[in-house]
């Protein structure tokens, strides 16, 4: 497989980055404040007032290392693209499945089966360690159920209807498999998000999310046209949808842990003046480096059955999911949390 | 031609039509250890103004071409020997070692066939320049050699027309020193155990 390369994040703000021959140097004034060589570097991620020289744009997608930015809070704003790499025909396929429905609910339905399936496997795992949780129990019968309407649906539309009762129904008990009781979450609540675990949640995805779109456009598909997520500008319907799979197994357990293991409190979150919570810088650092360290953990693939870093998983269905478009195998095998 | 092929894609092809495919059908190109390489190799080959030593007239980084068989390339060495009347002789560097198979040979071939085409002449033989070994092969385009180089540029070319990626080798030994591996993945895709996987997913 593949080498997980090392992704640099610039929290600090008031920085600038430039080349200097193969190597990657940050400034902030005239003091440099860091020196990384481009070698071992697969994305950089900047947060809020960093900028950047165009001839390191230029170099960087050269050498096919993502550059993207967001603002200070973690949302994104860009990302620079270099010339787009060749495979033409592997997007004209993707262009004519997404404007067949029967093609795009052959794919929609297996990512959200894998969305209901990860997300019950992480309530059932949850429930050894909380005895007997009755709610707990209960959403996972009725998850199965969820797993089982997913198999039989017709419609996108029923389809989209199963997944948003799957998902109030693992949201609604989310809080019983928070340990500590500093907070407090009633539900999924985005854009903004207006309480701490919802801030946080919104984060992890947003960094996921970053990760699907460069692993798509790694094999030369286009993150911007899904097959559940249909096209909005701007947003990157392909992320979106290789995203649902790993929110349970992935993005929500490192939120959980975060918070059960105290590694991130309350200080670590502002509220401001208009209700939107957002990390702190600390706190956003503290995630930042949890999210890094998790990357680098190994699970078997339960198609490819092979051993794989975390941080390889967007590229491993990616792959998976260009292969299945381009006829290698009947079925696109959705990654499952075993 | 619209659907021109590089000589290299043939020899691509013969080690394995599914890597011809990734590289030029796909074209997800794997820039690793091996064609790095390749590249420094070549820009050492490449450049230098033409030389004459004795008989014989070297000329770098030939660019060739055949209308008949829709192909284009480069050759890294060609030379011109007149001490005996006039023959051009095709040289190829590569860096590995002789091969058992005929990839290389194929290649060379193909080059030959351009240059007769180019230059309306006979060509016998050429030579392939092996940079672990140091050793000068010498290559006979003989008519099975010839057949089956034009055998494998029809066969590529329907390859890309119709836009189709066959299976994994059951070579395995040439996937290990396969520079696509990591992009091929043919243990996972050489048998589709899709459909069970699914059958799995959906049984909670
Ligand atoms: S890994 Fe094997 S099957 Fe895949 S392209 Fe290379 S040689 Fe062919």
């Known amino acids: ?338 | 031609m619209d659907d021109t092929l590089n000589i290299s894609a043939i020899q691509h092809y013969a080690y394995c039509p599914r890597q011809f495919a990734l590289i030029h059908v796909e074209q997800a190109w794997d820039d690793n250890r091996f064609t790095a390489e390749g590249l420094l190799l070549h820009r050492r080959v490449d450049g230098g103004e033409p030389e004459q030593r004795g008989h014989i007239r070297y000329e770098r980084a030939v660019l060739l071409k055949s209308e008949r068989l829709g192909l284009i390339g480069k050759m890294d060495l060609l030379e011109i020997d007149t001490s005996a009347g006039y023959r051009l002789i095709p040289v190829e560097y590569k860096r590995g070692r002789s091969k058992t198979q005929d990839w290389d040979r194929l290649q060379l071939c193909a080059q030959a066939l351009c240059l007769e085409e180019m230059r309306h002449v006979d060509i016998e033989e050429g030579a392939i320049w092996y940079w672990e070994t140091r050793r000068r092969e010498e290559v006979r385009f003989h008519s099975s050699l010839r057949a089956r180089t034009e055998a494998i540029i029809v066969n590529a070319r329907n390859l890309i027309r119709n836009g189709t990626t066959p299976p994994p080798t059951e070579d395995r030994k040439r996937c290990k020193a396969c520079s696509l591996y990591e992009l091929c993945q043919p243990d996972a895709l050489r048998q589709d155990h899709s459909a069970a996987y699914i059958r799995d997913l959906f049984k909670p």
């Open chain 1, 1 to 338: 497989m593949k080498k997980l390369l090392n992704t640099l994040y610039i929290t600090r703000q008031e920085t600038y980055l430039h080349k200097e021959r193969e190597t990657i140097v940050i400034k902030q004034k005239d003091e440099k404040l860091g020196q990384f060589p481009s070698l071992a570097l697969g994305n950089i991620l900047c947060f809020g007032r960093v900028s950047v020289s165009p001839f390191l744009m230029g170099y960087l997608s050269e050498k096919g290392i993502g550059l993207s930015f967001f603002t200070e809070y973690g949302r994104f704003l860009a990302r620079v693209q270099g010339p787009e790499s060749g495979n033409v025909l592997l997007r004209r396929s993707q262009y004519r499945w997404a404007d067949d429905p029967d093609k795009s609910m052959l794919v929609a339905r297996l990512m959200i089966a894998a969305k209901v399936a990860n997300s019950r496997t992480v309530i059932q795992r949850d429930l050894r360690n909380h005895g007997n949780n009755p709610e707990l129990k209960q959403a996972v019968d009725k998850l199965a159920a969820s797993l089982r309407s997913v198999q039989q649906v017709k419609t996108a539309d029923s389809l989209m209807g199963v997944e948003g009762d799957a998902a109030n129904c693992y949201f609604s008990v989310l809080q019983q498999r928070l340990r500590k009781d500093h907070f407090q979450f009633n539900g999924r609540v985005r854009r903004p998000p207006t309480d701490s675990v919802n801030a946080l949640l919104s984060f992890i995805y947003s960094m996921i999310t970053q990760d699907c779109v460069a692993a798509l456009q790694g094999v030369g598909l286009d993150p911007y046209v899904g097959f559940l997520h249909r096209d909005r500008p701007g947003r990157p319907g392909l992320a979106l949808d290789l995203l649902e799979e790993f929110r349970a197994g992935w993005a929500d357990r490192l939120v959980l842990s975060l918070l059960n293991r105290q590694q991130l409190k309350s200080k670590d979150f502002v509220t401001e003046a208009s209700g939107a919570v957002r990390l702190t810088d600390d706190g956003r650092k503290t995630v930042l480096v949890a999210f890094q360290e998790r990357k680098q953990e190994e699970l078997i693939h339960p198609y490819l059955q092979e051993k794989i870093p975390i941080g390889l998983l967007p590229h491993c269905q990616a792959m998976l999911l260009a292969r299945h478009i381009r006829g290698d195998i009947e079925y696109y095998p959705p990654w499952t949390l075993k």
